[in-house]
């Protein structure tokens, strides 16, 4: 089956860039996301690619996609303490709208 | 806009018993899945419903079934609880015109005793 892997955990200072990465095995998936995830609360999605695109750039957020080494990362600039949370990667596949998770990135920001 | 809605917030539960847990989702969206988040995990796919038949499964149990009201709405029912059923489930809604992105609910906490 899919299988989608994360770092457990990731600390930066204030203003520092976070880049949290994340590798998929399913060569077929069609969008790839990143959700945020905040204690005791659902998840946010906060972007998506489309599998034939490299780069996408929405505000503090950067995604990069390398299709042939299967992975994924997102970059935060300027990364504030309200950004601490939980990030997951997920893939979609070729299945309908089903989406594979990663375990998730704890991201601590440190004042 | 009202986004995507759980009902209860919070459930205790104990073995053996029986479990329903209801979703509404985002406005204009009328496919719906469901996923189980232990602690410490990511989500773990469930099911999904469409034209209020389910459309795909994961790798669960009979015990987890399902049902989509004419409305759209969703609701979870989990029977013979177990102990490892304690988790948080999350209900995501998609349009299937646009089924590139899904939106998550509050999601609702299961403590199975």
């Known amino acids: 089956g899919e299988d989608v892997e994360q770092s457990l955990f990731l600390s930066v200072r204030e203003g520092d860039s976070s880049v949290i990465n994340c590798t998929y095995t399913?060569?077929?998936?069609?969008?790839l996301y990143w959700y945020k995830q905040e204690p005791g609360a659902g998840l946010q999605l906060l972007t998506y690619?489309?599998?034939?695109?490299d780069m996408k750039q929405d505000q503090r957020l950067t995604v990069l996609l390398n299709k042939k080494d299967k992975h994924l990362s997102l970059r935060i600039a300027d990364t504030q303490t309200g950004d601490s949370a939980i990030y997951f990667c997920a893939e979609r596949g070729s299945t309908l709208g089903r989406l594979y998770f990663g375990r998730g990135t704890q991201l601590t920001v440190w004042p | 806009d009202a986004g995507v809605t759980q009902s209860p917030t919070h459930l205790i539960k104990t073995r053996g018993q029986q479990v329903t847990l209801r979703c509404s989702p985002k406005?204009?969206?009328?496919?719906v899945s469901w996923y189980q988040q232990a602690l410490g995990q990511g989500p773990q796919f469930i099911f999904q419903?469409?034209?209020?038949?389910?459309?795909q499964r994961g790798n669960f149990p009979d015990r987890f079934s399902g049902h989509q009201f004419p409305n759209y709405s969703s609701e979870l029912n989990v029977n013979a609880l177990l102990l490892g059923d304690s988790a948080l489930y999350l209900c995501?809604?998609?349009?299937?015109?646009?089924?590139?992105?899904?939106?998550f609910g509050p999601g609702t906490r299961l403590l199975v005793l």
């Open positions: 690619i489309f599998s034939n695109m």
């Open positions: 995501a809604s998609s349009s299937a015109r646009a089924q590139e992105t899904q939106y």
């Open positions: 406005s204009g969206h009328d496919t």
């Open positions: 399913d060569s077929s998936s069609t969008y």
């Open positions: 419903y469409y034209e209020e038949e389910e459309r």
